[in-house]
């Protein structure tokens, strides 16, 4: 493995109040140098250059720990009972890899739609050794049916690039009674949050709370949406595959 300067990533995520030890930084280079690989042949990021992987994939993915919901979830969980995680189009990992990495003991589950990812995803897990973690192939319409996934989940997390309606949908089915769906969003969010919040009571949720942010040292703005589950999710939905997208809910 490379040598790299790591201090100011070590830095950046004080900055979220997360200290990382030396076995965790050495995981996130491991992730790095298999992304910077898994790339070449196939695509999973236009970000590859080591400082933006680490400010846009890894730190932003650790976002979410400064919040004080999130916090207060997993502090009062001590020993009593496992996080459980739902990270819905992950893609490459973002942000259920980097949180696994910090809070070994969540049980982390990985949905994405294509299966070349998922089999780096597995690459990750084997490399980096992490336990209580799977990588599933297939479409959140479809996994948010099974009995084993539904409404199972303290939170479903999602950093994909899609409308809050449709990601409502993918989302909040799979959350259980008094969890959160978290949805990572760039800072114009205002529009679609007005747009969406049909979409949210439909599903049996309602807004929490939403957390603005810069990433440390720049001006780039980031939002994090925290929605609270307050009810079941009525059976009729998520609607059959592709249908969210297509017709969101409003």
């Known amino acids: 493995m490379d040598i790299y300067n790591t201090e100011d990533f070590k830095k950046k995520c004080r900055v979220f109040g997360i200290d990382l030890s030396e076995a965790q930084v050495e995981k996130f280079?491991?992730?790095?140098?298999?992304?910077?690989?898994w790339n070449s042949?196939?695509?999973?990021?236009?970000?590859?250059?080591?400082?933006?992987?680490?400010?846009?994939?890894?730190?932003?993915?650790?976002?979410v720990c400064q919040s004080e919901i999130f916090r207060n979830i997993v502090e009062s969980s001590g020993r009593?009972?496992?996080?459980?995680?739902?990270d819905i189009g992950t893609g490459a990992g973002f942000p259920g890899i980097p949180l696994k990495i910090v809070f070994p003991d969540f049980r982390m589950t990985l949905l994405d739609s294509l299966n070349k990812r998922v089999n780096f995803l597995n690459e990750i897990i084997n490399k980096l050794n992490l336990k209580d973690i799977e990588a599933i192939h297939g479409r959140a319409e479809d996994f948010a049916r099974q009995q084993i996934y539904r409404e199972q989940f303290d939170f479903s997390v999602s950093r994909a690039v899609a409308n809050l309606s449709t990601l409502t949908e993918l989302c909040i089915p799979f959350v259980r009674k008094d969890g959160y769906f978290i949805s990572y969003k760039s800072e114009r969010v205002k529009e679609e949050l007005s747009a969406g919040m049909?979409?949210?009571g439909i599903l049996g949720g309602?807004?929490?709370?939403?957390?603005?942010?810069e990433l440390p040292d720049t001006d780039m703005k980031r939002s994090l949406l925290f929605i609270r589950k307050e009810k079941s999710t009525p059976k009729r939905y998520p609607r059959k595959a592709g249908t969210p997208a297509k017709e969101p809910l409003s």
């Open 29 to 37: 280079m491991v992730y790095y140098e298999l992304l910077t690989e």
């Open 198 to 200: 049909k979409a949210i």
């Open 80 to 86: 009593k009972k496992r996080i459980s995680m739902i």
């Open 206 to 213: 309602n807004m929490a709370d939403q957390l603005e942010y």
């Open 41 to 63: 042949f196939m695509n999973l990021t236009a970000i590859t250059e080591f400082e933006e992987v680490i400010l846009k994939h890894f730190v932003d993915s650790l976002a």
